[in-house]
């Protein structure tokens, strides 16, 4: 395996190339000024300690680990943990490098509340396509869980204390459970949602309809009012999604939501907690798939929920910005990895993905393209019996 090159830099350093397509792990000029630089910059406005994806020959590492800033180091290229150990750069720092297979292996160990400010190296988010899938899925969630962390967490804080004394009196929604046998429909606000709005509409009531809060703008524009919606998002976007709310509708809230929700006295209010639904993954899409397993015993179709930005984020009248369909998204294929966590926890359950034609189907869920879909609902024998056609 000869993946990376050593070179020479201008100031006499040592540094290191990627062969295939010659990006840098250090710079080609004078990688200890860029790791000084580096430090100085990540340093500012923190008393943070760093766990550092991407090490590298160890130059960051090393000027980390000099100002006792340092928790610890992964370095997801065994080549390049090999070249850092014989340049001996961090022979002055007592953290133990972890190799690409200890951090896939340790990911769900590590808790970013515990492990300061996570850095991964720009060459390591360049070449995240050379990491063994595993390995690159474990790095994307690292950062982006500690990119959310960051952003969310004052978010959380400041609306659970605005939110306490609504929240102890309202009722709870482990009241609701298993109260229906109906087909359920759980609902995301995905580019799919669009394609499958007609079939919706026209059996509405043939279904348990279950949304995110991101769809309902979609539905309130074709004329649907869900069963119940789910409202986990603690940004104020969730504001602008709750307008498109029927009077009474029933919502469900957590100790974070955003206090829009807490405020909106038409909305029939339930409390919810992690306890109660499955809050990760980081899309209200699997708690409002996770909520209908709970509401009814009937099978469950997912639409709007494909996760992935290959055919555009939203659907149309979603109260959401669309990714760049040109770049990777991590947060997508997290996203899919959660669902896919999801569908196998509740493998005992008739699961359904809708999927337009082209989308990678999530591993270890049953799919059906939007046309299986309509000539499914159009196959109804029974009024609320699917059993025959699935």
């Not at 390049?80 to 490098?97: F, P, S």
């Not at 978010?155 to 482990?174: F, G, K, P, T």
């Not at 709310?245 to 919810?272: C, D, I, M």
Request: aromatic share 6%.
């Amino acid at each position: 395996m000869n993946d990376f090159e050593p070179f020479q830099s201008d100031c006499g350093d040592l540094s290191v190339r990627h062969r295939l397509t010659s990006i840098l792990v250090h710079s080609a000029a004078n990688p200890t000024k860029e790791a000084a630089d580096a430090a100085t910059s990540l340093l500012r406005n923190t008393s943070a300690q760093f766990t550092l994806i991407g090490v590298g020959l160890g130059y960051l590492a090393a000027e980390l680990a000099r100002q006792g800033r340092l928790h610890k180091c992964y370095e997801p290229f065994a080549e390049l943990q090999r070249y850092a150990g014989q340049c001996g750069i961090l022979n002055g720092a007592v953290h133990e490098v972890q190799n690409g297979d200890a951090l896939a292996a340790d990911f769900r160990q590590i808790d970013c509340t515990q492990c300061g400010e996570i850095v991964v190296a720009p060459y390591v988010r360049a070449l995240s396509d050379h990491l063994a899938t595993d390995v690159r899925e474990a790095v994307n969630r690292l950062q982006v869980a500690n990119q959310s962390r960051k952003f969310y967490a004052p978010l959380i804080e400041r609306n659970m204390r605005l939110n306490v004394s609504r929240w102890s009196a309202l009722r709870q929604l482990q009241s609701e459970f298993s109260r229906s046998d109906k087909p359920a429909i759980a609902i995301g606000a995905g580019p799919s949602l669009d394609r499958c709005m007609d079939v919706i509409h026209g059996n509405r009531e043939k279904f348990l309809l279950i949304a995110a809060s991101g769809a309902m703008p979609a539905l309130s524009a074709a004329m649907i009012q869900p069963d119940w919606t789910v409202a986990l998002e603690a940004r104020e976007t969730l504001a602008g999604d709750l307008v498109f709310a029927a009077p009474s509708q029933k919502t469900v809230v957590f100790p974070w939501t955003h206090p829009a929700a807490f405020n909106n006295r038409e909305l029939q209010l339930y409390g919810a907690d992690e306890n109660a639904i499955v809050t990760s993954g980081g899309t209200s899409a699997i708690t409002a798939a996770d909520l209908a397993l709970k509401l009814t015993s009937g099978p469950l179709f997912l639409i709007g929920i494909e996760l992935t930005n290959s055919h555009g984020s939203y659907a149309n009248s979603a109260n959401r910005l669309s990714a760049d369909t040109r770049t990777p998204a991590p947060k997508f294929e997290i996203m899919r990895t959660a669902l896919q966590e999801w569908a196998q926890a509740n493998c005992g359950r008739e699961i359904t993905h809708v999927l337009p034609d082209g989308v990678v189907p999530v591993h270890g869920i049953r799919h059906a393209s939007i046309r299986d879909f309509v000539k499914l609902v159009s196959a109804m024998k029974r009024e609320y019996n699917l059993d025959s056609i699935l």
